[in-house]
């Protein structure tokens, strides 16, 4: 008799470099013709991933100097550069609702069947790839209509950010990670402020 896999984990633990980053998001790729009838994907996402993805940012990152943090207690303390992330956001609200315009109305599911499909091939926790700051994402009010929408994730889907900040797209063609506008990227990292934000944000500024 079969013996059940063993459940994943909830959080992953396992850092991700750039390389991993690219191999896994192939790999979740394949799922989605399948998942989706073989439509294809964009993804809005925003902190490390992007950092990673990004080639211009890689390149800022690779031509900054070591800054120091100012700490009394660590004066010569560097920014700490990063090197890899441990997951990779996402803004499913509205990935969702987008979905939902085009009949589907089951988009969620079908998108965390791929999440945990990947998770087992990888070994990886089920947050990998999460939507869990969306519950802390500001909403905004048309002035004209008084309709709700999502600020972040209308500037992100807007023609010059698909130009300029579509960070990945898999070699099937069926998946695509675009991230959020510069200025939406520093606010957030304002607000979360941990380790990697100081380094991010200066990169980002830049």
């Not at 896999?5 to 989605?32: D, H, Q, W």
């Not at 441990?86 to 085009?102: G, H, L, N, P, Y």
């Not at 589907?104 to 790839?129: K, P």
Request: aromatic letters at 6%; proline letters at 8%.
């Amino acid at each position: 008799m079969p013996q059940p896999e063993p459940a994943l984990p909830p959080r992953n633990e396992k850092e991700l470099s750039r390389e991993m980053l690219i191999s896994i998001l192939n790999y979740f790729s394949t799922l989605i013709p399948v998942h989706f009838n073989g439509r294809p994907v964009r993804l809005i996402v925003h902190g490390g991933a992007c950092m990673l993805l990004h080639t211009q940012l890689i390149q800022l990152a690779n031509q900054q100097p070591p800054m120091a943090m100012g700490s009394l207690h660590a004066p010569d303390a560097q920014l700490p550069k990063r090197r890899s992330t441990r997951d990779v956001d996402i803004i499913k609200r509205s990935f969702v609702t987008e979905w939902q315009q085009a009949g589907v109305q089951d988009a969620a599911d079908r998108l965390q069947n791929c999440i945990n499909i990947t998770a087992r091939q990888f070994g990886l926790g089920l947050d990998w790839m999460n939507s869990d700051a969306d519950v802390a994402l500001p909403m905004s009010n048309d002035p004209s209509t008084g309709a709700q929408y999502d600020p972040i994730y209308q500037a992100a889907v807007q023609p010059n950010n698909l130009d300029l900040h579509t960070i990945f797209e898999s070699d099937n063609k069926m998946l695509k990670l675009i991230s959020v506008t510069p200025f939406w990227a520093v606010a957030l990292k304002l607000v979360r402020y941990t380790k990697w934000d100081p380094g991010d944000i200066c990169i980002l500024l830049r």
